[in-house]
């Protein structure tokens, strides 16, 4: 996986959170860092996305409310067309074996969301 400071600003974040107000606030600071991103609400929508995307994909935010059999699965789809694309899961407080089958599973790093 590249690293998250070779993260280029001609390239897309794409941002995936179904809380409205919470994307638009990560949408605003990554925009505000000159950052262009494109906003989904749904899991499916970011793989459509990263599936059929012309412009380079350099991160993804994925947010989840709770880290069930789904994300595992939308994670090992990612990985299986982007071995190297940054996934960033945010979520909320979890247990360690929560976050440590997110990272098993293909996601880049774990943030906890404010």
């Known amino acids: 996986m590249k690293p998250l400071e070779s993260v280029r600003r001609n390239e897309i974040v794409l941002v ?11 949408g605003i600071a990554l925009r505000a860092l000159s950052y262009s991103i494109q906003l989904v609400r749904e899991q499916e929508a970011a793989v459509s996305f990263i599936r059929t995307s012309k ?3 350099s991160a993804l935010l994925l ?8 994300v595992l699965d939308v994670l090992r ?3 299986a067309m982007d071995s190297d694309l940054p ?3 945010i979520g909320g407080m979890l247990p360690a ?3 440590t089958g997110l990272l098993k599973s293909g ?3 774990y943030l906890c969301r404010p």
């Not at 995936?16 to 990560?26: N, R, T, V, Y």
């Not at 989840?64 to 789904?70: E, I, K, S, Y």
């Open 16 to 26: 995936c959170e179904a809380d409205p107000e919470f994307g638009e606030s990560i």
């Open 107 to 109: 996601a880049t790093d």
């Open 97 to 99: 074996r929560d976050v």
């Open 55 to 57: 412009t380079p994909i």
């Open 87 to 89: 996934v960033i899961v």
């Open 77 to 79: 789809e990612i990985r």
């Open 63 to 70: 947010g989840v409310a709770v880290p069930d059999r789904g």
